[in-house]
């Protein structure tokens, strides 16, 4: 039987760290926007909601998200592991994609990539190459995770830790200490990252004002030239023309 595969992207305006940051402009259009437009050139996705919080001011991403032409689920605010729930349950997911919104960068081919190898497994798991794991090498934040909705919602009965029902993935895997949570409930995997941007050392997320400007800088000299950029196109332009500039002579 065909599994209905759905990627369900995160985003909210009261980030405790860049509030308001899923509006921010790149290359003139909002930063949720652009994920958006990119994920929507996956090839092997079922659907796509944008996942928010039922708040008064998060009422500006539903706009968005209609505007792209995606379904839209608002959920709470705190509790990750609920919005996903029901995010996935309201969709018909069996297999639910996560990206978070801080990720602006995801490559639609390496997402493919991490479906296929989820529905290749004989059992089910979580998969990801949102960022390394073990010596994946992947760039950090091209990817995303896959997991089986039977498990987020067994998840969502284990675990009641604050820490883990705000962040989806802690119920699976920590990237922070590449610790599997509970390795025979649920087994996690990865893909090797293609030798031609193997580059673990490159950190693609906006969570800061920092981070939010090198993206900005990125998506200003990348996107005229090509609203296709893939992670190639960005790893030269950070050796060959981020780089030389940070580093003074």
């Known amino acids: 039987m065909t599994k209905r595969v759905v990627l369900i992207i995160q985003a909210r305006m009261g980030s405790t760290?860049?509030?308001g940051k899923?509006?921010?402009d790149l290359a003139g259009a909002?930063?949720?926007?652009?994920i958006l437009e990119?994920?929507?050139?996956?090839?092997?996705?079922?659907?796509?909601?944008?996942?928010i919080p039922e708040t008064d001011r998060d009422a500006i991403l539903r706009s968005l998200g209609e505007r792209y032409g995606v379904q839209v689920f608002a959920g709470s605010e705190n509790d990750l592991v609920e919005r996903y729930y029901q995010a996935a349950l309201w969709s018909r997911a069996?297999?639910?994609?996560?990206l978070p919104a801080d990720n602006p960068t995801p490559e639609p081919s390496e997402i493919d990539r991490i479906i296929d190898h989820h529905l290749s497994l004989e059992h089910r798991g979580f998969s990801s190459n949102l960022s390394v794991i073990g010596d994946s090498g992947y760039p950090d934040g091209i990817g995303a995770e896959m997991f089986d909705f039977s498990l987020?919602?067994?998840?969502r009965e284990r675990h009641s830790d604050l820490r883990q029902r705000e962040h989806v993935h802690l119920n699976f895997f920590d990237y922070s200490t590449?610790?599997?949570?509970d390795a025979e409930w649920c087994p996690v995997s990865t893909v090797k990252c293609p030798q031609?941007?193997?580059r673990p050392d490159l950190v693609l997320d906006v969570n800061t004002q920092e981070q939010y400007e090198f993206m900005r800088q990125l998506y200003e000299y990348l996107y005229p030239k090509n609203p296709k950029f893939h992670i190639t196109d960005i790893i030269r332009w950070y050796d060959e023309v981020y780089q030389p500039v940070k580093r003074p002579n």
Do not use: H, K, N, T
Request: aromatic share 2%.
């Open 30 to 34: 909002p930063l949720v926007g652009r």
């Open 22 to 24: 899923s509006m921010m």
């Open 94 to 98: 069996d297999i639910v994609g996560r």
């Open 152 to 155: 987020l919602a067994e998840a």
């Open 178 to 181: 590449r610790q599997v949570v």
């Open 196 to 198: 031609e941007f193997r």
């Open 38 to 51: 990119r994920v929507q050139r996956c090839l092997r996705l079922d659907d796509i909601v944008l996942a």
């Open 17 to 19: 760290r860049l509030p």
